[in-house]
Each structure stands twice: as C-alpha cells, then as structure tokens.
C-alpha cells in the first residue's frame, strides 16, 4: 500500500504543478512530459479509482473529498480531450485548469505517502 500511495501522491503532485506542464508543454523548459502521459498515470498506472475505493488507502473524509471531485475532473478533461492533443492547446482549458486546482486541493491536505 505505501508504494500504491507514493506513486498516488506523485502523480497528483504533477497534475497540480502548471509550472512543469508549462515547461514540458509549452516550450517553456526542456520537461519530458505530455498530456496523455498524465491520463495514463492517473487512470491506468495508478489505478487511481481502486485506490480511492481501497478502505486502506490511509486517506481522511477530507482528502477522499478532494479525491473524489479530482477523479471527476479527470472524467471530464479525460472526455473532452482529443487523442492526440496539442500540449499547449490543453493547458488553457478551463476543464485543464479544474484538474489542476483540484490536484492542487488535494496537494494542500497532504494524502499520505
């Protein structure tokens, strides 16, 4: 479990960091990332959802709040995305911008590592 949870937080902490997607996306810096990367982290690599459902997950009723409209988020950006999207194209889309400060709400609560 405490590996499933580093891997979880990672992949958070790279959902709410703009600053790297902007770097990796935008040309703004030379990080190896692309948006697709990110989905698959999230949904496949992590299996983010079982790990939400886990009862030993070690998340409180508020971080599994800020999972769950993270997860939501996700769906939503997951679903209006194209599958080959242009980077710099995603970043500016407010359903973008709502995974990201989601993460981000999730980030500030600290779920365990």
Do not use: Y
Not at 33 to 38: A, D, I, Q, S, T
Not at 60 to 73: E, I
């Amino acid at each position: 479990m405490r590996i499933w949870r580093c891997n979880v937080r990672e992949i958070v902490e790279d959902l709410a960091d703009e600053a790297l997607q902007r770097k990796a996306w935008v040309g703004e810096g030379s990080a190896a990332l692309v948006p697709g990367e990110l989905f698959n982290r999230f949904f496949d690599d992590t299996g983010f959802e079982r790990f939400l459902e886990d009862p030993e997950n070690g998340l409180d009723a508020d971080q599994r709040a800020a999972a769950r409209k993270l997860l939501v988020a996700m769906r939503v950006a997951s679903d209006r995305t194209p599958k080959f999207v242009e980077p710099h194209d995603l970043i500016g889309q407010e359903f973008w911008s709502d995974c990201v400060n989601s993460a981000g709400e999730l980030v500030r609560l600290r779920p365990p590592a």
